[in-house]
């Protein structure tokens, strides 16, 4: 995530190889980007487990805007 970022709430994937995709909180959909299906899932994975922290965090950047 990024301070300030734009809407919807989304969390960054980056990849060593400067692959980049953007994933929405709610539903954990691709909104821009792309990367590959393994790295995707596991991000997936994680956030799903840290869906509350990441909200709270996304959440509070906005706040500091």
């Not at 539903?27 to 509350?52: M, Q």
Request: net charge positive; with cysteine.
């Amino acid at each position: 995530m990024y301070c300030g970022d734009h809407q919807p709430p989304h969390f960054h994937i980056v990849m060593k190889d400067g692959r980049e995709a953007l994933v929405a909180l709610d539903g954990l959909e691709v909104i821009e980007g792309a990367v590959a299906g393994a790295a995707l899932k596991a991000a997936r994975r994680w956030a799903s487990a840290n869906a509350s922290l990441l909200l709270q965090s996304w959440k509070q950047m906005q706040k500091t805007r």
